[in-house]
């Protein structure tokens, strides 16, 4: 895996937007994905690997107890894949790690916690075609056909309806991307989508071929400009009041906002 150092917002966006002219259409356009964490040290490991490392097979038990307690809330779910993006978003462990098409919204997420400003922070970049050689043909046919590069639920639908149905598709162990309906506007905000392994023992990074880890890249931000990036980033309005529409991130944004931080972080800094 790459890593880059930026050391400021120009520098972050300089980066993000390098090569990324596509001489067909004359526009900007790329096939990036980003995740923002909060410490660098943060790895691309699902929550369900975090809090179930020792026994992933309690994935099934979980998923059973979240259609079971949360029924009024997923009844309507017509898709499976629908149903667990709905038990992420609201921080269940899945196998599904977020990402986000937007490489500001990946620095909010990497600059919005006022605890972890003593620590350097992180964007994982990855070009979203660099699994697809591990698909099954069947699915790479799909996302062919249809022009794209992460799966909608009914192109999933089409292939496999559940877990067990997805591993089936292959002998090897594959990851891939789909973007669930948008059931809420911080999705929509967000412009997320998910990253889904079909073995949940293998990470993304795992999956990677020694040919593929370049099109991972993990950009850090150094703790010292942790900060400028946040206070830039809340003026071009990529705050907690677009991603998380609502109170709770109204009063999320006003606490940071009017949090000391400047002084706590920015001593070396004079006004000018």
Request: aromatic fraction near 12%; hydrophobic fraction near 35%.
């Amino acid at each position: 895996m790459k890593e880059v150092v930026i050391n400021s917002f120009e520098e972050l966006q300089n980066l993000v937007f390098e090569d990324c002219f596509d001489l067909k259409t004359n526009r900007y356009r790329n096939n990036r994905v980003y995740r923002g964490v909060r410490n660098k040290d943060f790895n691309l490991l699902t929550k369900l690997n975090r809090v179930c490392s020792h026994d992933l097979t309690l994935e099934s038990s979980i998923l059973r107890s979240f259609q079971k307690y949360g029924y009024t809330d997923v009844k309507d779910c017509q898709s499976f894949w629908q149903m667990v993006a709905m038990g992420q978003h609201y921080g269940l462990p899945t196998r599904l790690l977020d990402w986000t098409y937007s490489p500001l919204v990946a620095a909010h997420f990497a600059t919005e916690d006022i605890y972890e400003y003593d620590k350097d922070g992180a964007i994982y970049c990855i070009n979203m075609e660099a699994g697809q050689d591990l698909l099954p043909d069947c699915l790479l046919s799909e996302l062919k056909k249809n022009r794209a590069n992460s799966f909608t639920l009914s192109m999933l639908d089409a292939w496999a309806k559940n877990y067990d149905e997805l591993k089936a598709l292959s002998d090897h162990p594959f990851f891939l991307f789909y973007e669930p309906a948008s059931q809420s506007n911080r999705m929509t905000n967000q412009y997320a989508l998910f990253s889904m392994t079909s073995d949940p023992s293998y990470s993304l990074f795992d999956l990677l071929s020694d040919s593929k880890t370049d099109e991972l890249i993990k950009i850090i931000i150094p703790k010292e400009v942790k900060l400028e990036i946040r206070d830039k980033l809340d003026y071009i309005n990529i705050s907690e009041r677009l991603i998380y529409p609502g109170l709770d991130g109204i009063c999320s944004w006003i606490t940071r906002r009017y949090s000391d931080l400047g002084h706590r972080y920015n001593k070396k800094k004079k006004s000018i």
